[in-house]
């Protein structure tokens, strides 16, 4: 079915039940309850979780498959919310135009960059990609301050000429007047469960740019990024040129990267420069390298990770420490406290980077590994007969 | 016929003559031998028939067109398949991946985006592959990790990939280099076989004198950058000019 074989597309089906499901799934806890605060199922996070997805999968087209190391494609997802923001400003609220353009610009500018920069590969491409993300962080943050709007940050008002807008038509980002920000919310005894049009719109994305990621992967072209990975050498002297295979891989991270950008635009129509900055390409990287490089789950995996890390561990302060500890007793529980502390809160990023090293150097194929060690473990122990049938699966 | 030939080629580095004025014929479906000692500039002649080096002065002709100038995949689709000194295969990819790729390559050409379709679903490729595979004696393998196969399997996939492209001219570097006897007799039967099996010009490189005069059928002793002589195996043994140049200082070597 869909030209996929049983296993990926039982990995697709379940990718698509856990994306659907997300805003019950991930509001396990009660909302009156003190575990609430761990509940993830607002649509401002889940759709944090899948755009991001996005961003990370489109990134492991490029570095999962070819090896190629881009420390700038948070570029690309800044051309994207710009491009989207514009599009809303002059044609029209409704989502559909923005989200085309910022792919297609994001696509168009990944053309250029990645031209220039696959000229090298290696530490030198990496040096040059974070070079052309800087350049463009800082033109959008100073100079082209008249289409970019600098530090304020590019906004929609009132005054935007909108020419494909009726007078009556919604002021805020929307699908055929279906606002992104309306939701339903809807409670199950001490439960509540939101679910959201525009988590939506950006869930059903991700699937199709997730299936997307899935025939490349298997198709020929997929095999040759693979191939381009492992010897370039000998790709040369099989006749076959390496620079469109990279370049066509960077250009599809690209746009995925200005999709994802163009999302977050139209889930909140704002575009500040601070989106282009290193870091932001740097986060791409963790998400891709946390879930497992190379493989098709993994880019998902990491960027829901981190995001949640991001929003929710962030949160833990002092107060909910005491909450939790305060059935010991005061020396101790202080002391507990002030050794928690660092690692929770503003220090949600030393637990993350304890993560990361952790996973790093015990998963080198990242949580995916973890998964997979894990689904050995079980089988073996079900059928320690079963032969190994010996078939090799180079990405899950 | 000549499918290869080379005229005054000339290739400087700095201030060391890497080649003077070579000319090399190679005759179409021979196997054609290029030995030489240590620095003698076998690999910087290959390297400019391949697209590697371009030559200082001087003209490279495969089967009447030029390949200077080219880049190595388009002297490749040219038809010259090229054997590594080490084996340069995929690595990281499965025996059976790595012999899909000179498939695709033969059929699609240097670049194209077929990024739609599932490899599985492109039956002629899939049987060309397993066609070679079966034929190598690879087949058992197919789902091998391509690393951590023995050397003379790599090599003999390295050249089966070649081989896969239909190549008219196969360049083979020390192709038994750091290889144990039993391996090197191995590769021996495997490049007559392929001799007799196929159209193919093979033109070796090669230290070994054993392989050299078990498969050669002419002979070219490269010398300081220049061909000495150029004859069958039954000449170049006794010739006296070979032995001073080569013979001699592989006794000096040991």
């Known amino acids: ?396 | 016929m000549n499918i290869l030939e080379v005229k005054n080629v000339n290739k400087r580095f700095g201030g060391l003559q890497a080649l003077g004025n070579v000319n090399l014929n190679v005759a179409e479906n021979t196997v054609h031998a290029i030995i030489g000692p240590n620095g003698a500039g076998k690999s910087t002649l290959l390297n400019c028939l391949v697209g590697k080096l371009i030559p200082d002065t001087g003209s490279v002709m495969f089967d009447g067109r030029s390949v200077l100038g080219r880049k190595p995949y388009e002297i490749n689709q040219m038809g010259i398949s090229r054997v590594f000194q080490t084996p340069e295969i995929f690595g990281d990819l499965s025996v059976q991946e790595n012999m899909l790729i000179p498939c695709f390559a033969k059929r699609d050409g240097a670049f194209a985006l077929n990024g739609y379709g599932s490899v599985g679903s492109q039956r002629d490729v899939i049987d060309k592959a397993e066609e070679m595979l079966v034929e190598m004696k690879l087949a058992d393998k197919r789902h091998m990790h391509a690393a951590s196969m023995s050397r003379g399997d790599k090599r003999r996939l390295e050249i089966a990939m070649c081989l896969a492209q239909d190549p008219r001219l196969l360049l083979l570097d020390e192709p038994t280099a750091g290889m144990a006897r039993a391996d090197t007799n191995n590769t021996i039967d495997l490049l007559k076989q392929i001799k007799e099996e196929r159209d193919i010009t093979i033109a070796i490189i090669e230290h070994d004198m054993h392989v050299v005069f078990s498969l050669a059928e002419r002979i070219t002793v490269l010398a300081q950058g220049t061909p000495l002589v150029e004859d069958t195996p039954d000449n170049i043994k006794g010739h006296p000019k070979v032995r001073e140049a080569y013979l001699g200082e592989s006794q000096d070597a040991a």
């Open chain 1, 1 to 396: 079915m869909l030209g996929l074989n049983k296993k990926d597309l039982g990995v697709l089906l379940l990718v698509a039940l856990l994306a659907m499901a997300a805003p019950i799934l991930l509001n396990p806890f009660p909302a009156d309850s003190g575990m609430a605060q761990f509940n993830a199922g607002y649509p401002d996070l889940m759709q944090r979780f899948v755009i991001f997805g996005i961003f990370a999968i489109g990134y492991n087209i490029l570095f999962g498959l070819t090896g190629y190391l881009s420390f700038g494609h948070a570029a690309f997802l800044g051309v994207g919310s710009y491009s989207a923001v514009w599009m809303m400003k002059l044609l029209s609220m409704n989502v559909i135009p923005a989200i085309l353009l910022s792919v297609i610009v994001a696509g168009l500018f990944s053309v250029v960059i990645g031209y220039v920069s696959l000229r090298r590969s290696g530490i030198y491409f990496s040096i040059l990609t974070l070079a052309f993300a800087q350049m463009s962080f800082n033109l959008a943050y100073s100079v082209l301050t008249p289409i970019t709007n600098g530090e304020t940050g590019l906004q929609i008002s009132l005054s935007d000429p909108r020419i494909l807008d009726g007078a009556n038509a919604p002021s805020y980002p929307n699908l055929f007047g279906a606002q992104m920000n309306s939701a339903a919310t809807i409670d199950v005894g001490s439960w509540s469960f939101t679910f959201s049009v525009g988590y939506y719109l950006c869930a059903l994305l991700m699937l199709v740019a997730f299936y997307i990621s899935i025939r490349i992967f298997r198709s020929p072209f997929g095999l040759m990024l693979r191939a381009v990975k492992s010897n370039q050498q000998r790709m040369n002297y099989t006749g076959l040129n390496t620079k469109p295979y990279t370049l066509a891989a960077f250009v599809i991270s690209g746009m995925y990267a200005g999709l994802a950008g163009g999302l977050l635009a139209a889930m909140d129509p704002l575009a500040g420069a601070e989106r282009m900055q290193w870091t932001a390409s740097g986060e791409v990287v963790l998400m891709t390298i946390l879930g497992g490089a190379g493989t098709l789950l993994g880019p998902v995996l990491g960027a829901g990770f981190i995001k949640y890390f991001e929003n929710i561990f962030s949160k833990i302060n002092d107060n909910v420490l005491h909450g939790w500890f305060s059935f010991m007793p005061d020396g101790i529980e202080d002391f507990i406290i002030t050794i928690i502390h660092p690692f929770v809160g503003k220090g949600w990023h030393l637990t993350l980077g304890l993560l990361f090293m952790l996973v790093v150097i015990f998963l080198p194929g990242g949580l995916v590994e973890g998964g997979q060690r894990i689904g050995r473990l079980f089988r073996r122990k079900k059928a320690d007969t079963n032969t190994p049938d010996g078939t090799k699966t180079p990405a899950e």
